[in-house]
């Protein structure tokens, strides 16, 4: 008999001062997630456009030659959700399966939108502690650093629509 452990998931929430569409149009383009993470360097996507199940993002990050592929599995537009699998090896691979990641956009009302990232990872393996508190360390700094990006790159396009929208009227 295989021995089986249970999953580990590691979550991770963000608060957005904007609407859950606002905030959807940018995660909902999966191929397209450096244009407001600059970090995220040669992003290129195969096996479809960002909206096709199926499709794999290959990047790496200023910090690192490390390529990351990510295969988006499942996308529910009208519950903003997105669930993509981690291919890349990470320090985790000794221990794990494919890690799922599973984000969705909460409205908390019409200005306030919460985002919910939740990495599922499904044992081979028992995984030592050290290496979970490691991968909830790195998941947190990560995570912070990318979605404060978002949230910059929504703030600059807020305030720069509105002069945009003025000249149009005015030719």
Known sequence: MT???????????YT????INTVWAQLDDFGGWSKWYPALVNMSLEG???NQIGAIRKFSSKASSFVYEEKLVEKDVHNYTLKYLVLAKTFLSPYTKQ?????????????????????????STEIPQEVIEKFKTFT?????????????YL????????EKVLKEISV
Do not use: C, W
């Open 48 to 50: 479809g456009d960002e």
């Open 99 to 123: 890690p799922m990641n599973v984000l969705r956009l909460e409205k908390i009302d019409d200005s306030h939108t919460k985002l919910v990232l939740e990495a599922h990872i499904t044992p």
């Open 140 to 152: 947190a700094g990560g995570q912070t650093a990318m979605y404060d990006s978002l949230a910059t």
């Open 3 to 13: 021995e089986t452990y249970p999953e580990v998931v590691v979550p991770f929430e």
């Open 155 to 162: 703030q600059s396009q807020q305030y720069t629509q509105p």
């Open 16 to 19: 957005y001062n904007f609407p």
